[in-house]
């Protein structure tokens, strides 16, 4: 499990960016690939999986 902070979520498009807290990569994140709710500046933790256009972040919990 990677941990993280969410930089960015949209409630009404259904996607946003995780900080990762180790590498400071930005990760997408899908709705979909939400266990809890998320907003801004939430700490979580979260796993990767390959997408369409790089790592998304997937299986999204509040940390």
Same mark, same amino acid.
């Given at each position: 499990?990677? /941990?993280?902070?969410?930089?960015? &979520?949209?409630? *009404?498009?259904? &996607?946003? &960016?995780? %900080?990762? *807290?180790? *590498?400071? /990569?930005?990760? &997408?994140?899908? $709705? *979909?690939? #939400?266990?809890?709710? $998320?907003?801004?500046?939430?700490?979580?933790?979260?796993? #990767?999986?390959?997408? %369409?256009?790089?790592? +998304? =972040? $997937? +299986? $999204?919990?509040? =940390?």
């Amino acid at each position: 499990m990677k /941990e993280g902070t969410v930089k960015f &979520f949209n409630d *009404s498009k259904g &996607f946003g &960016f995780i %900080k990762d *807290s180790e *590498s400071d /990569e930005e990760y &997408f994140v899908h $709705v *979909s690939g #939400l266990i809890d709710e $998320v907003r801004q500046d939430d700490r979580v933790t979260f796993e #990767l999986k390959e997408g %369409k256009k790089g790592m +998304n =972040a $997937v +299986n $999204v919990r509040q =940390a």
